[in-house]
């Protein structure tokens, strides 16, 4: 973390959300939910540093949610505001830069998803149950949080809820204690965490342990009973992927993985940290979402571990993760990648060329041309530096930035070390112009 007092600069894609004037290192969440009628309480203690002295402090917190108290430091309760999204604390005394500031909010409330030009995001009531798919800027939707991509902490998570439901949340399970009609599970996520990765996953859910990965990660599933059958079909290479993966791209960056199918349909999966979510329909069996698998659980290097500092640089997620699904079909005897690639950069050529991978704009940060536009990056870089020079890269960079944010530009400054011409034409063609380049021919380039 560069500088004693370093704080995020404001996101140019969500400038309203995130906050200034301090740096989060914790969240503990002691949080009850009542299925039946989607009711929410919840305590949170933030432990955070101050980087600069100001009078007042703000928080991202949905209107959906009432706070009803609000501590500083231990004192009694202080002032606050909760207009427009934003949770504005005054302390009753100055705190200098560098010094703590300990928060507690209690609040409560009925959570519902924060709509912004994705469509909505957040807290979403399930039929039986509940999910929380944030990503970007859902978080505030059941929590007080600095809202930031960059702004990773440590995160205790309790969760209190019917006891005919289980459930999920970040981390290792620590306690689970049942009493009279409900049930409190207490969950540790040590590795520092984006808030938009925090998750909660409520259902009617058996859990049990996917096949052996070779003593790499414990992997379980976490999925209604009448889908168990369907997900040992579904996901039963899962475990191969992750060999390859952790081959490919380095080691695994958590203590475990966990899949969770939930009973309702949903229209793509959704990434947490140490939690991918699928829907029923992802588990058809008929393995009719591999790509996806592949897909959810190469975000744990790339989004989960190495988090974008800013939303502009999206494509080190989705152009990486989009990647992987190719490497998997050409390691599961499908297409190659370069075969992958080329019927990708063909789809891309009939599409209009309007969008800079790069910085594609708030609006068109999640476009598909995104994805496999990015994709198609690390092809050509691929195809630039040889497969065994270009792995050696990718295990650099997730070994190198592992539980940290990171930029385009240290990916791009890193691969420049391993390469014996300069790459600035290649970002130039790839990254930041519009029109898409021809990819350079194939030259029968290692798989290593």
Known sequence: MPGKFYEAPVDEYLPQNGNRGYRVSRYELELAYKVSSNRLTGRAAIIAVTTAVRPRFALDLSQALTVSKVLVNGTKAVKFTHQHSKLVITPPDRIPAGG?????????????????????????ELAEGALVASQPNGAASWFPCDDHPSSKATYR????????????????LL?????????????????????????????????????????????????????????????????????????????????????????DELEIPIEAQGISIFGANHCDGRRGAERLVAHELAHQWFGNSLTIRQWRDIWLHEGFACYAEWIWSEEAGGPTADQMARAARHNLSREPQDIVVGDPRPQRMFDDRVYKRGALTLHALRLELGGATFFELLREWTIRYRHSSVTTEEFTDLAGHYSLVPLRPLWDNWLFAEPLPQLPPYGGMSTA
């Open 175 to 263: 306690r689970k204690q049942a009493k009279a009609s409900q049930t409190t599970w207490v969950y540790e996520q040590s590795e520092p965490m984006s808030s938009y990765l925090a998750t909660i996953q409520i259902g009617p859910y058996r859990k049990h342990r996917v096949g052996s990965s070779h003593g790499l990660v414990p992997m379980q599933a976490v999925v209604p009973p009448r889908l168990r059958a369907n997900f040992e079909h579904d996901f039963a290479r899962q475990p191969r992927m992750l060999e390859v993966f952790n081959d490919k791209f380095g080691p695994y960056p958590f203590e475990g993985y966990t899949v969770v199918v939930t009973d």
């Open 100 to 124: 703590m500031l300990s928060l507690v909010v209690q609040y409560g409330g009925t959570p519902k998803p924060v709509r912004g030009p994705w469509g909505e995001v957040g807290w979403e």
């Open 157 to 172: 998570i309790s969760i209190t809820t019917d006891s005919p439901y289980f459930a999920l949340a970040n981390g290792t």
